[in-house]
Structure formats: structure tokens, C-alpha cells
């Protein structure tokens, strides 16, 4: 063998290693900047010997892949459902069957948790990921391997091989931080949130484009290994699937006794809520693989299987009367008022409804007796309504189809969900909602100043948008409610110190539709200037990494609007930072590459808002919670005790304010 095909097997073989680690074990063994640094490596080689390209590589798993049609493909072994159930009872009487046919009295059982996601077919050849296949309608389904290349804790090539031929079954599924960073980046944005995790993770997998599916913290959960095994048992089988480097979850039980079962069940009733991924219920297998071959199946489902539902909290509710909402874009988003009632441990007055679709599928009508769930999400939603409790006359929700601000005509384009308010610049709600924008945290991030202050401002006609801030002054704040002479200073302090915040920051601040955080730091860093950015053509912009056609043309309309240069030549006269400064860029570094950071406490040299701040700057990655990834923890005063203790536990190292300015001065 060359010299250099040895090397790229040996490369391939390592990031596999600390990529199964990492993904699967949870317990990383490489900094994710030497992980970047060999898979570089390994690109660089492949590249240069395309004689040696593999499918099968670590270097695959970034996507690129477009896929128009998926392949339609007959499963070799049907992928059935499960038969449910929902008490107790309903589980004796199974238990009672499978007696029955199998002859025993006792029958071992596996439990495992129902995850909450889209079924996978993944098939392997000679320890090598060949394809995989969603579920469709159980005798066929589409492959979608492209797109599941791009989930690192699948395994392309097999730590361990189990069989020559085999097939493995499991649940893609979207853990929740991640669902919920996604959100908020669509929030930010100004995009419509996804509505639930599972429903994201289905979705996901019949994006054309792969490395859009990469971009998504996908996950996969083992549940079945098909066909013939070496083991006698469900469990072994699954445990032998685990140390091939297949992520099945070890919260797995096997039970003696249905009493066992029972158990089971009744912990994760209520330590369900403290996973980080949806699950529904709880699925028990007759565990000997024997046994479960005499019992077979029926024409939906294994006599062998049965899934326990854990009850959704519902509660019965009145629709009171319908609200409707104007976002920073124009959206309109309806929100339902309830009678107050109890669910899941709080008092719940409102649910969302989405848009006008949903209250049409629901056929929602004012008095209705309703019934509200406690889903994912934070805000409950209704999922139906109680037809017999509905009073005669009621008649079917109108849409509203003016703005209830500003009484412009509502818009609906094709493929929207939402009705718009097209009323941008005139629509006092959008425009006070732009300006609190603009003075948010991520972006201007204004002591003292809220949105309760900026309606005040904006309806005392002290305040059109956001470049008239610059103008105020304190002796006309002061009349405003309850405002105290000191308090109106400190705004104005507040505006003032503001010019400082960096371009990227400001460019947030503006409130371009899809330029979100991250967008905004790109642009920044790419035009360097807001005149750059604003007299880009289309094809510059999307020249740009990272920039698609559905930002460029945001971006252009902005420019395009006489009223948006008004605004950024004002902000220019009053001193904001439209350019980036270069001295700043000075203060950045890579000297936190690959790292993750966890601040906690109070600080006296930075706010913590500078802090992380600083931490990016310097390529560092902050991270909310403590775990076995976090390299340092800076602990300012009053850092609560707990995250102290775990950090112990952990060894991870605890530096201080003066020794993390210390290791940025290298
Ligand atoms: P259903 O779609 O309600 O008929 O339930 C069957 C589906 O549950 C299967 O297709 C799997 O995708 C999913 N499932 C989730 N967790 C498990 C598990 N631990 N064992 C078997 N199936 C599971
Ligand atoms: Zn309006």
C-alpha cells in the first residue's frame, strides 16, 4: 500500500474514533479545533488523490449533495407500526396474549423509551453504511442516505462489524436545545418558528440539499437491529449494536415481571420532562428473540411489541376571545384568550393559535369549550374543540383582513403561513417594534432604556424610529410617566454610549428582514462598511458564504427604500458605528479556537455581555450550562455554588476575570 493511502486510512480512522467519542459516547477525546485541523488534513490529502475517495469517509459528512427525486425503495424487511396502549389493564391483557401463544408463565421483558421523531432503515455491508430509507407507508419508503451521512452519531464505517449484511432501525430525532437555538435564530431573523421537534426532524430529511441537513443538530437513536442475530435476546443484541458505535440510548431496562414494567413506566412518566429529546411513551418488547419469532405479526403490527402512550396534560378551557398580534415584520400572529385554568402545575389564560389556517382546521369559534395541551412548546396550543358544548348561534371565526394597528389591508403571499401588515414604515406597532429591536441587547443593548420607554416615546411623538433617538434629550423625557429627572439622564447616557457598539451589532439592529445575528456578523465582516453593503449587487451578495438569494434580496430592498438611506445617513451624522473599526480587530484572536467557555456571575472589568463578546472574539465558544466539553469556567462574584461543585467534579478548570484577560494576552 502507498504511503499515502496508509495515511488517509490511518486520518479516516482516528476522526472516526473521536468522532464516535464525541457524538455518541459523549465523552470527547480532541479539541474541536484539532478534530477541524485533521479532517482538514484529510481533505487536503483526498483531494489531492482522488484515486482513493470513499464514500465512507469522515469528510463526506458535510453534505454538498443535491437531491432532486428521492429513490423510491422496497424495504427487505416491512417496517411495521405498534400496537398502543394506555393503562394498565391494557398491558395485562397483552401480557396475557403473548402468555398464551408462547406457552409460559413468566416472559422477561425489555422496556425503552418511544422517541419522539422520523423512523430510519439504516442498511450496512461489511461494516459500511450502504443506505438508508425512511419509513413511508412500511413496504416502501425513500432514500434519503445523503442526508443521513450528515448525522455524526451514525457511524459510516463501524467501530466493530456485527454481521456481513444487516439492518438496523432507529429515530431521527432533534434534541431540544438544539430545536430551540434554531428557533430563536429564525426569531431573530424574523422567520416563522418551527412548530415542533419531530415534525423538524422528518422534515429535515427530505431537504434537496445535504448540507442544509448537516447545519441541523440532528441526532439518531438505535431502537431494533433486524433480521438474524448471534444473541439470544433483544437487549444483547442491542448491546453488542452499542459497542459496533451505534448510539442506543442506556436507559434501556430488562424486566422479569410486567410489575417491572409498571415501574418503568411511572419513572419516566415524570423524569421524561428532564430529557433533552420528546418521547411519547414507552415501548415493551418480549426480549428472547425466539419467543418473539413464535409470535409474529399481526397485519399492522408485532404481536411482540406493544407501546404504552403517557397521557398528554389536557385541560378544558373557554375560548374567551381572539387577539391579534403585529410583529417587528408585519406578521400577524393570532393569540387565543382562555378562561384561566389549571394544566400541568400552572395557570394557563392564553394559547397560540399560528395563523388563520389553523383556526379554520380547528373550526374555532368564540364560547367554544376547548380543549388546551402542554406540548414541546411553551406556550399551550388547543387541539380541538368540544362540538357538543357549542352554543347555537355561534358563527365561524372572521380573519381579520386589515392591520388591527393600523388598519392597512393584510397581505397573504403564496407560501406564507402568516397574513402581513404591508404597511411598514407607517404602522406605529412595526415601527415601535423596530425600534425596540434596535435597542436590544444584541443588538444597541441601551442601559435603561425598555420597550415600556419606547412606547411612551413613540406615542408622545418624541420618537419616529430609531436614528431620532440620538436627538432626545433629557427636559423632554422627563414629562413622561413616571420618569425621574436622574432616570432620563441615564437614557440619554445610554443613547449616547451606544455610538461605541460595533457595526456588526448596529447592522443587527436595523431590523433587515432575515439578518439575523450571525447574518449580520458575516455581512459585517465581508463589506465592512453599510455602503458597501448597501450598493452590493445581487450577485456580490450572494457571492457572499453563506448568503442565499432570500437574504440578498432583503437586503436589496432595504437599500432600494428612500426612507432606509434617510435613516443610515442620520445615524451616520450622529456618530453610530456604520464601518467596522479597525483598530478594534486588534483585540481579536484565535487563541480560543475549538474551546468552550461557561461564564458565571458577576464581573467588574467586563459586563458579561463584553465578556462573551470577547470570548468570540478571541474564536472561543460560550456555552450556558457546565459539561464535560467546557474547557474553562470564568467565575466572576456571586457564581452560584452548584455550578462551582460541578465544575470541580468535571476538572474543569475554574480561572478567574484577571486570568482569562491573562490568556488572551497569550
Ligand atoms: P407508531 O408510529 O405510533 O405506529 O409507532 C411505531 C414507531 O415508533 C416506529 O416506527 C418507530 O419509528 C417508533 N419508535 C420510537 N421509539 C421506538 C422504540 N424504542 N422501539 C420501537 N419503535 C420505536
Ligand atoms: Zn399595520
Redesign the pocket.
Known sequence: MSKIKVKIEQLRKDLRNHNHNYYVLDTPSISDYDFDILLKELETLEADNPEFYDANSPTQRVGGTVTKDFNTVTHKNR????A?SYSKEDLLDWENRVKKIVGVEQIEYTC????????INLSYQNGKLVNAVT?GDGFQGDEVTANIKTISSIPLVLQENLLDNFEI?G?IILPLKGFHKMNEDREEAGLELYRNPRNTASGSLKLQDSSLVAERPLDC?L??VVGESKFETHAKTLEQARKAGFKVPIDLRVCQSIDEVFEFIEYWDTERHNLDYETDGV?I?VNSLHYQEELGYTAK?PRW?I?YKFKTEQAISKLVSIDYQVGRTGAITPVANLKPVQLAGTTVKRASIHNADQIAKLDLRINDTIFVEKGGEIIPKIVGVDLEKRPQDSKPVEYITHCPDCKTKLERKEGDAKHYCPNVYGCPTQNKERIQHFISRKAMNIDGLGAETIELLYDANLIQNYADLYDLRAEQIIPLERMAEKSAQNIVAGIQASKKIPFEKVLYGLGIRYVGETVAKKLARHFKSIDKLMTASLETLVSVDEIGERIAQSILDFSNDLLNMQLVESLKQYGVQLEIDESQSTTQSAILQGKKLVVSGVFTKFSRNELKQSIEDNGGKVSSSISSKTDYLIAGDKMGPAKRTKAEKLEIKIISEDEYILLIAG
Open positions: 417496517m411495521y407500526s405498534l398502543n425503552e423509551l418511544k422517541y419522539d421523531g422520523a423512523s419509513r432501525r429515530e437513536l431502537y431494533q415501548v418488547k403490527a411489541a407501546a
